[in-house]
């Protein structure tokens, strides 16, 4: 294994060195969970050399030890927007809308329902959502709301917008662009905008899921939180399960990635679909 700090390999515009690398990880982890591999230098570097120069930080000890010493400093915002992975698409995990639809059908009861979508990136999961909704109840205004949450403000302000480049479309039936999407002529071409009315379904709002203190309220029927557990440790995952089950709706269904295995959150949650957990009930926990 090559043990040669990243400096010494390459000539660099600054040195980062394993210590450094290593406060970056112990960083990111306290702030948003995140749990970065060894193999990360690269990418860790690459991203946060534009912050030192956003900064004009001489080096990565200066910018690394500014935060470290005061919590509150702005630049943590731009610290932890610059290490997250965002990727996202339209009706990502497709198999999970049908099953959203006929629950929240089956659900209905003259009251608005609420979903959540907790790790929202560019909005794309929160939008489906609302398309999906849109379609299941035949109406342009159906009886949800839905909140779409994340700890990078980057990314919520592009979901905030919504506006998208074509390519984003791609596998998207021609009829629902024409449904959900204006396309933008002259200087907008290539681009798309999500309709007003769908963008009125969804308020975006940042939280981190580690936070201690989520300000929800109320039952949601449904909560997605897909592909974000992959970057948290088991530890995390189950603190931020615990959470999850007492905002959830009796018979409310939590989706979660494809590649996120939750057998040690088996006292929380239960497998009722290709990805679709159920919250156990205490009364079950009990008779066990
Ligand atoms: C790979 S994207 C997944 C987006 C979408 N859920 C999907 O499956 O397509 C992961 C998202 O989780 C967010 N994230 C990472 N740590 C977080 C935290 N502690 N709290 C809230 N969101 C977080 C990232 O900012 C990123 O936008």
């Known amino acids: 294994m090559c043990t040669e700090p990243l400096a010494e390999k390459t000539l660099r515009e600054y040195a980062f060195a394993p210590r450094d690398f290593e406060l970056v990880k112990r960083m990111i982890y306290a702030r948003a969970g995140i749990a970065l591999a060894g193999n990360r230098q690269e990418m860790v570097y690459t ?16 910018y ?21 992975t965002n990727l996202t698409a339209f ?31 560019t909005g794309e999961e929160a939008y489906s959502m609302a398309m999906t909704m849109v379609e299941a109840f035949g109406s342009i205004k159906p009886p949800v709301r839905i909140l779409a949450t994340d700890i990078d403000t980057n990314v919520l302000a592009t979901a905030r917008r919504g506006i998208y480049t074509t390519e984003r479309l ?4 021609p009829a629902r662009i024409k449904r959900f999407f204006l396309k933008g002529n002259g200087r907008q071409a290539g681009f798309v905008q999500i309709k ?6 969804i308020t975006f709002r940042q939280l981190n899921l580690l936070d201690t203190n989520w300000p929800l309220y109320g039952k949601f029927e449904a909560i997605f939180c897909r592909n974000v557990m ?29 590649s996120e ?7 929380l949650i239960r497998l009722c679909g290709r990805t679709v957990y159920k919250k156990v009930e205490q009364d079950a926990k009990r008779e066990r």
């Open 230 to 258: 992959i970057y948290f440790d088991k530890p995390t995952q189950y603190r931020i399960l615990q959470r999850f089950t007492p905002l959830l709706g009796q018979e409310g269904l939590l989706f979660m990635g494809h």
């Open 64 to 84: 690394l030890n500014r935060l470290d010493k005061n919590a509150e400093d702005q630049e943590w915002e731009a610290f932890v927007n610059a290490l997250t």
């Open 47 to 62: 991203r946060l050399t534009k912050r030192l120069r956003a900064t004009g930080s001489p080096d990565f000890s200066e």
């Open 91 to 121: 009706f990502r995990e497709e198999h999970h809308f049908p099953i959203l639809a006929e629950h929240i059908k089956s659900r209905r009861n003259g009251q608005t329902m609420k979903l959540w979508s907790s790790a929202a990136s």
């Open 261 to 267: 295995i939750f057998a040690h959150a088996a006292d």
């Open 170 to 173: 791609e596998n998207m039936p």
């Open 196 to 201: 007003q009315e769908l963008r009125d379904m």
